[in-house]
């Protein structure tokens, strides 16, 4: 089995438990941060009638929150489409929210026409696209020019000393515990911190939205910089 069929299976068994998980591990303030990204994009788009694609949509919470957030801030969303390749997580996501589209297909694949969406986000999932330079290429094409790319994502902190020794406590020691308690599936949240360090640090993430035809608008570490907020607009097209 090919490493991101592997990933996709991981997420179709935690699947039932991921909700409860998700929030106790980040003890619910992952909310304040994707209340935060949404919030920050819609302000570009007031009585404006707008396209949302959410990327690695898993059980729906980032789209539920882009619909929450537009309402409160007088933004008409005319379509709002999520895409995941766990059909687990997409089971769960259509029990929450019945009236939203889910998609099954990859991030470097949506199967969604050219510049079809206004904003496109991916909340915690970047890190588990096997290719992700094909993904970022991939978003720059269903984006119409000058829409905007929000990427929530678990990123590796560029300087060590006390806060980091912190989080990488809580991430490879306690994290794994307590979601392998609540999911049955210990494996899965050992991933997690494995999944952190093979990743980037923010400032090499950002290069790398440069390269695919991005502009950063905004780069912003939350809570100890366990979680990195990347804004940016799309300036140019990418083959």
């Not at 006390?162 to 809580?170: A, E, G, M, N, Q």
């Not at 515990?177 to 093979?198: M, R, T, V």
Request: with cysteine.
């Amino acid at each position: 089995m090919q490493k991101q069929e592997k990933i996709v299976k991981m997420f179709d068994d935690i699947a039932k438990t991921y909700d409860v998980a998700n929030r106790v591990l980040s003890m619910g303030v992952d909310i304040s941060w994707r209340k935060y990204a949404c919030k920050k994009v819609l302000d570009n788009f007031t009585h404006q009638n707008i396209n949302i694609v959410d990327v690695a949509c898993g059980t729906g919470d980032m789209m539920g929150m882009w619909q929450s957030t537009a309402q409160k801030q007088n933004v008409s969303i005319n379509s709002l489409t999520g895409i995941d390749p766990s059909s687990g997580m997409m089971e769960v996501g259509k029990q929450k929210f019945p009236n939203f589209t889910f998609i099954q297909a990859y991030a470097n694949d949506t199967t969604l026409s050219d510049a079809c969406a206004d904003i496109l986000s991916i909340s915690y999932g970047i890190r588990n696209v096997v290719e992700r330079q094909k993904a970022l290429i991939e978003f720059n094409r269903v984006l119409k020019m000058g829409g905007y790319v929000v990427v929530l994502e678990f990123t590796k902190r560029q300087q060590s000393g006390f806060l980091s020794k912190i989080r990488d406590f809580y991430l490879q020691k306690i994290l794994p515990k307590i979601g392998g308690f609540i999911s049955k599936n210990k494996e899965a949240y050992e991933y997690l911190p494995s999944s952190i360090q093979d990743f980037l640090d923010a400032k090499s993430f950002c290069d790398e939205l440069k390269e695919t035809g991005f502009e950063i608008i905004e780069c912003k570490g939350f809570s100890m910089e366990i979680s990195t907020l990347f804004i940016a607009k799309k300036i140019k097209e990418t083959k």
